[in-house]
């Protein structure tokens, strides 16, 4: 055990603090003291248990990242593409307005802004976000080819427009939008599916 670190030391529950603190600041807006003053625990405390300030973002983004999936889950395993899309963009919009936690998104906030200093942190969350798009453009894909979606479409596109909302969405939370409001917005941007003619 690192010394410095309090008796009865819960690493799981400090990095959910850790986590949320990212989450509220992004990298680039969490420092050091926000750390210590959201954990209770000394820097020494916080370098012994996580790493480095860099490393204490990776753990607490793994960490996020498996919170998220208990909200998306499988959704795009769906048998309808539609309705898989549909799920995962409501079910995104609970994880983003969770009570008692940060609103809005992790990966989107801390990949925004950012100096030199936090590039690399910055092209892992924008590889995240790539890798996300890709998976909605397999399923598309997949959808086209079983006539499920309309064949004229660039699948490529459409998977943008829905990386787009995912952020949008985001945004939206971080600011106060409601997640009854932010369903029906998902609501509307469904009806852009387009049809088979």
Known sequence: MAMGRPRGFDADATL???????????FEGTTMATLTAATGLN???????????EEMFRTAFARYRERQAEFTG????????????EK??????D??????????CLMVHGCLVGSADSTAVREELQLRRKAT??????????AQAEG???AAVDVADFARYIGT???GLAVQAASGAPRKALHRVVKLAMMAWPANA
Not at 74 to 85: M, Q, T, Y
Not at 95 to 104: A, I, K, R, V
Not at 133 to 142: D, G, S, V, Y
């Open 16 to 26: 959910d603090k850790v986590m949320a603190t990212f989450w509220q600041h992004g």
């Open 43 to 53: 820097k020494p405390s916080l370098y012994a248990a996580f790493g480095s300030k």
């Open 74 to 85: 499988n959704l795009l395993a769906d048998p309808s593409a539609r309705v898989g899309i």
């Open 88 to 93: 995962v963009l409501l079910a995104l919009v």
């Open 95 to 104: 994880s983003l307005t969770q009570p008692g936690m940060p609103h809005g």
């Open 133 to 142: 798009e890709t998976r909605i453009r397999e399923r598309l894909k997949l």
């Open 148 to 150: 499920e979606f309309a």
């Open 165 to 167: 909302l995912f952020q």
